[in-house]
């Protein structure tokens, strides 16, 4: 079966985020995580079909949903969970920000490493948590975490560690030297282990494998995995995600925090999840082969420049750059004087780096690299 992910889909009239962003019609964006592909047919049809239906009353996680998600996460992750073990969420930043206040007591700090997607900064500032950082390092072949720096910057009132895996904006796939590490240094200091695993779907690189944080010996009693097909299969619009909480202490204390307060899952997203998982395969294995050239477009072209550190994506479709040679104030300001719109990597905590999502036709992203050489060359 083959797929459409060439065609060319105006989206300006969806009030997308992700394109009513600039006021400029010619700006391509390249910045918040949605692709510009239409999501798997089999998506399309399941919800067409409950459309169809023309009642959308409040709505129960079907039964059917908890188990095609264990079978998923056992099929293509070899983790073994039961279905109990499963809280539905509206989204996976919510997520984040339940699990800042259920995990960490007002004043108490919650970890996370630099760069990051943003709302790991901010969800335990929300709940009046600290957020303190510890950055990765770059080893000269890969980012890594930097055990040292953690130690020196874990504190008696750190309560947790907001993971990401893979990462977010590195494009990282942790493998199970570097996350069993993780593990010991969280049972060191008695940090609950939240784990972003939104990304898991989209491992790019053949030789590697998503490795389920809390699948690890050792950790399924102190994580909480957070997860969606949303990214995967391009459907963040719809709200669904969900965590998966083995030790019953802490699947308690989450309920507790979310009670009245964390909206339930709308009916389109349950329908879109069960879809995904149950018959979503074969599309899923075109899209990861189409952002894989994508991924290798990108890093060989703008490789070539002296003005910018490419980094290697080994999943997600992101791809993180230092732009700091390029002197310029602002590199994502300067590069919407060329039409191309990038996440500026300061909400990241990383300040002169860029983020780039290659998820697109490959003509607009031919069109868009050009527009990136063309800034380039107007600074030499
Ligand atoms: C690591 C990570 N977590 C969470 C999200 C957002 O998830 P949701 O749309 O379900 O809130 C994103 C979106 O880019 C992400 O990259």
């Not at 949605?34 to 459309?51: G, H, N, Q, V, Y």
């Not at 010996?217 to 965590?243: E, R």
């Amino acid at each position: 079966m083959t797929f459409e992910f060439d065609k060319i889909i105006d989206r300006t009239n969806t009030s997308s985020s992700k394109w009513t962003k600039y006021d400029r019609p010619d700006i391509i964006p390249m910045w918040v995580a949605d692709m510009d592909f239409e999501t798997a047919p089999c998506i399309k049809s399941a919800l067409l079909e409950r459309i169809n239906h023309g009642i959308y009353g409040y709505t129960q996680p079907p039964e059917e949903l908890s188990s095609t998600v264990a079978t998923y996460l056992k099929t293509e992750f070899n983790w073994a969970i039961d279905t109990d073990w499963i809280i539905w969420l509206p989204s996976l930043v919510v997520g984040l920000n339940v699990v800042s206040r259920a995990f960490a007591e007002e004043g108490d700090a919650i970890l996370s490493n630099t760069p990051i997607y943003p709302p790991f900064l901010s969800a335990p500032t929300y709940g009046n948590r600290e957020t303190i950082t510890a950055p990765l390092v770059w080893s000269g072949t890969k980012w890594a975490m930097d055990f040292d720096a953690l130690e020196k910057t874990v504190t008696k009132k750190t309560k947790a560690f907001l993971f990401c895996s893979p990462h977010n904006p590195t494009g990282r796939v942790w493998n199970s030297k570097e996350l069993n590490e993780l593990v010991a240094f969280c049972h060191k200091h008695n940090l609950t282990i939240i784990s972003d695993e939104i990304h898991a779907g989209l491992i790019l690189d053949q030789d590697k494998t998503h490795t389920v944080t809390a699948n690890l010996p050792d950790a399924a009693d102190i994580s909480v995995t957070l997860l969606s097909a949303s990214k995967t299969f391009n459907m963040p619009g719809l709200g669904c995600a969900y965590a998966v909480v083995k030790n019953p202490t802490l699947r308690n204390k989450l309920k507790k925090v979310m009670n009245g307060i964390v909206h339930h899952v709308g009916a389109l997203g349950y329908t879109a999840t069960l879809a995904a998982y149950k018959e979503g395969k074969p599309w899923h294995a075109a899209l990861v082969n189409y952002l894989r050239l994508n991924r290798d477009y990108v890093e060989g072209d703008l490789s070539a420049h002296d003005q910018l550190t490419v980094y290697h994506s080994e999943a997600t479709y992101l791809t993180w750059i230092d732009a700091r040679r390029m002197n310029v104030d602002n590199p994502s300001t300067y590069f919407e004087q060329f039409g191309i719109g990038l996440y500026d990597g300061a909400p990241f905590g990383a300040p002169g780096f860029l983020r780039l999502n290659f998820a697109c036709p490959q003509s607009v992203l031919r069109e868009a690299i050009q527009r990136i050489n063309k800034g380039l060359e107007a600074l030499t």
